[in-house]
């Protein structure tokens, strides 16, 4: 029987979806704790910088614990990541989880983004982010048919994916955590964000770019952006912005894939094998063997 830990190191959490996680979780047959600061407040945080860091550490370091599930993002690993062990089992979660992702990658652990504890505990039983996320959980293959989309430049690619929220991963640059120190040669980087400015996110991806993190890459997956709304004075979508800033180069780049901040976040393993097949007017494909 897997032990899955259930942590807060970013944000607070009400914890009665902790309890529905937990629930959820058990019902599927998972062994599952928590962090003896899952369910506190300190401000923004879940906890202290301390604490949170002690939930965290106890965690990776318990040889019974399989995975770790994070309970929410919000905001707070960048405070505490230089402090984190080598992070070398699967951790569960998005947003600003995308930090421990990238954590892990520096060590070649596949570590899964996807829903965390709200999401485990009130989508539908029969719902596609859940029945994924049990195949996930249970080291099934992943394989997702998608819809094409006029902006994605077809082609294949074969290599493990890294990435996360785009902001967070912004963060990190000229970090021991940044994009660049990741140890896969040409791998495919998933990108998604919420809430921030059109320009924003140009100038992220311009620093990507600059960065010369683009330019080495086998393919670009670009889920949800949710809340960006579209600026008219940049010429163009978020999307359209996007698709400019790798214009010069080659690789397959998938548009509007159901990824991030919306309900329909399907997980996705990073570090795993994973076959990207792009199209613009048929069905794309992602298919993952971890």
Known sequence: ???IRIISPSGAIDPSYIDGAASRLRAWGYMVSEGAYARTRWGRFAATDDERLEDLVI?????????ILCARGGYGLQRIIDRVPPVTKPVLGF???????????IHGCPTLHGIMCKHIAELPEDSEPLNALRNALQDKPLDYVLEPHPLNRPGKACAPVIGGNLS???GLQGTPWGLSR???????????DIGERHYHIDRMMRNLKMSGVLAHLSGLVVG???DCENDPLMNGTVYQTIKEAVADYDYPVLFNAPVGHVEHNLPVWFGG????????DSFCRLSQHV
């Open 1 to 3: 029987m897997k032990h």
């Open 273 to 280: 094998d994973t076959e990207l097949t792009v199209t613009t």
């Open 182 to 192: 990741i140890p896969y040669p040409f791998p495919i980087l998933l990108i998604e």
């Open 168 to 170: 967070v991963l912004y």
């Open 224 to 226: 949800q952006f949710t």
């Open 95 to 105: 947003s600003d989880i995308t930090a421990l992702h990238q954590a892990a990658a």
């Open 59 to 67: 965690a990776l370091r318990d040889p019974s614990v399989d995975i």
